[in-house]
């Protein structure tokens, strides 16, 4: 496409040549003379000396760049829509496989790709243009909304909800039990696990993560959350609308998170934790029971960011501090002994 088509399509101001024919989207290290790439922070900038792609995507115009420049809103948005644009097939329609095993008793809409080695069980409801990859069980009583893509080899256990245009990778397990159990006589007896999961519309689950169902009610994941490889989210957990949560996060049973909130990597959450709305956990921190009020958080037990810096900072000169107090009790032991 030429810049000034680019241009055409995100509202866009050309400062240089319109006319440079983009054939291809890429970041400012890889980027060639007929690429378009972005500018994500003014940090980077210095990086732009050795950018030999055609035009950048900015926000405001810059004078040390040799090339086109299209000026707009939101750049990572703009170059996350052309990568879209320029390298993402279409998940193409091929109708239900003769090699998958489908109940007679299942509802499938239309435009439904199922692929060979599947298993639908009975009084399955999917939704139209939905594509479900190879290797994919899916439980009795379930419903699938349309729009969405099932990779290979995930698992759907029977009466799981889900809705519209939601995504999840391969490996990925849901409504699997919850883990629970009661002591007694020396055993640990199971609790049986009879509820569901809901999964609202817009979510994305990465590959491997495993999303539990509730011992009663429900495990629910709000609209438009991401969540990302390797999470574990246990029984009767109900996260809010449009949070993110990072790889290797685990929640405890009948936690909660309000909507816009943000787990980083490795983030530990205990049950019956209620997380505010609009907070940020920062990575490998650890969250106990009880409340958290919105802010941002780190540590283990969390307290807030800043207090943590402060605190790090501290923990990293203790050595030297044990030096010096150790030079100090010997002083004062020599000077009490002289007396």
Excluded at 85 to 93: A, E, G, R, T
Excluded at 215 to 237: E, F, M, P, Y
Aim: one cysteine or more.
């Amino acid at each position: 496409m030429k810049l000034s088509e680019i241009s055409k399509l995100f509202n866009g101001i050309i400062e240089g040549d319109s006319d440079i024919e983009i054939t291809g989207v890429k970041g400012l290290e890889d980027a060639q003379e007929n690429d378009i790439t972005y500018l994500a922070s003014s940090k980077y900038r210095h990086k732009l000396k050795d950018c030999k792609a055609g035009a950048i995507i900015v926000k405001e115009k810059i004078d040390d760049f040799s090339g086109s420049q299209l000026i707009v809103e939101n750049p990572p948005l703009v170059f996350a829509r052309l990568l879209q644009l320029f390298y993402v097939k279409p998940h193409p329609y091929r109708g239900i496989s003769k090699e998958a095993i489908v109940s007679p008793s299942s509802c499938i809409g239309e435009n439904v790709t199922i692929y060979p080695f599947c298993f639908v069980d009975e009084e399955v409801n999917i939704g139209d243009n939905t594509v479900i990859y190879p290797f994919t069980y899916i439980g009795r009583d379930t419903t699938i909304g349309a729009d969405c893509i099932i990779y290979p080899n995930v698992t759907i256990r029977e009466g799981t909800q889900i809705g519209n245009r939601v995504i999840i990778h391969s490996g990925s397990v849901i409504g699997a039990d919850g883990f629970g159990y009661i002591f007694h006589n020396g055993r640990h007896v199971k609790i049986p696990q009879v509820g569901k999961v809901v999964i609202e519309d817009d979510v994305e689950i990465g590959a491997c993560t495993a999303i539990d169902r509730a011992t009663t009610g429900k495990t629910v994941i709000g609209r438009g959350s991401k969540i990302d490889n390797l999470v574990q989210i246990a029984h009767n957990v109900r996260i809010g609308n449009d949070c993110i949560i990072v790889a290797q996060v685990g929640i405890a049973g009948s936690s909660s998170l309000g909507p816009g909130c943000i787990l980083a990597g490795q983030v530990g959450i205990a049950d019956h934790a209620e997380i505010e709305g609009g907070t940020i956990i920062t990575a490998q921190s650890g969250v106990m029971p009880g409340k958290t009020q919105r802010g941002i958080f780190s540590g283990t037990p969390i307290m807030p960011h800043r207090e943590w810096l402060k605190a790090n900072a501290i923990f990293q000169k203790l050595p030297e501090i044990y030096k010096k107090l150790k030079e100090l009790e010997e002083k004062i032991n020599k000077k009490e002994g002289k007396e």
